[in-house]
């Protein structure tokens, strides 16, 4: 069974950096691109940013909204991925979710989520 | 980035009646060389994360009730739910994985009448 557990949400004030872990099971973790999609309060999914898989070279892409500002990592010994936040904005105030892709496709697997909270 | 709206923003159905969700891309999600539609449909109930409902705008995922549909192809897609449960209130939504950025539909919130 697919299991995603997110971790390192909390709160920070603007400007400030947090790193969120995600730690993945039940699949070949190394054959998968992996995601981070988040959801501000009331709000539907955004899209944040991917990482392919070694076979096409750990290349990232990211929204718009956090490129620059947001890097995406991974860990295939550790079945990890990674995503790091600086220079956050209150805008950045989400739940955010690791999230499996269904080869280069659609998202088969989410985790339960952990909260980012931006304010002063 | 493409735009996916959705409508209408909600919805109450009797249990037992047909509801139907719409979802419209703003560039066609279909693509000519496999003839697939990269369109996918999610429900999300409240403090959980979104779960895959549909894939290829018509592929049920596995271990989902056949009384959930989708079809549609190009930029006009519709979810249909046959004969409304009482565990199907949630707020669904659309998303199309064609281009490099995945975009969402605002969600449509399914309640009962």
């Known amino acids: 069974e697919v299991h995603l557990v997110e971790s390192g949400g909390g709160s920070v004030q603007p400007g400030g950096s947090l790193r969120l872990s995600c730690s993945a099971s039940g699949f070949t973790f190394s054959d998968h691109y992996m995601d981070w999609v988040r959801q501000a309060p009331g709000m539907g999914p955004e899209w944040v940013g991917r990482?392919?898989?070694?076979?096409?070279?750990?290349?990232?892409d990211y929204a718009a909204s956090v490129k620059g500002r947001f890097t995406m990592s991974r860990d295939d010994s550790s079945n990890s991925v990674y995503l790091q936040m600086n220079s956050l904005k209150t805008e950045d105030t989400a739940v955010y979710y690791c999230?499996?892709?269904?080869?280069?496709?659609?998202?088969?697997?989410w985790g339960q989520g952990t909260l980012v909270t931006v304010s002063s | 980035d493409i735009v996916m709206t959705q409508s209408p923003d909600s919805l109450a159905v009797s249990l037992g009646e047909r509801a139907t969700i719409n979802c419209k891309s703003s560039q066609s999600v279909l693509y000519s060389s496999n003839n697939k539609n990269y369109l996918a449909w999610y429900q999300q109930k409240p403090g959980q994360p979104p779960k895959l409902l549909i894939y290829w705008a018509s592929t049920r995922e596995s271990g989902v009730p056949d009384r959930f549909s989708g079809s549609g192809s190009g930029t006009d897609f519709t979810l249909t739910i046959s004969s409304l449960q009482a565990e199907d209130v949630a707020i669904y939504y659309c998303?199309?994985?064609?281009?490099?950025?995945?975009?969402f539909g605002g969600g449509t919130k399914v309640e009962i009448k």
């Open positions: 990482i392919r898989n070694k076979a096409n070279s750990y290349t990232t």
């Open positions: 999230v499996k892709r269904m080869g280069t496709s659609y998202f088969d697997y």
């Open positions: 998303q199309q994985y064609y281009y490099t950025t995945p975009t």
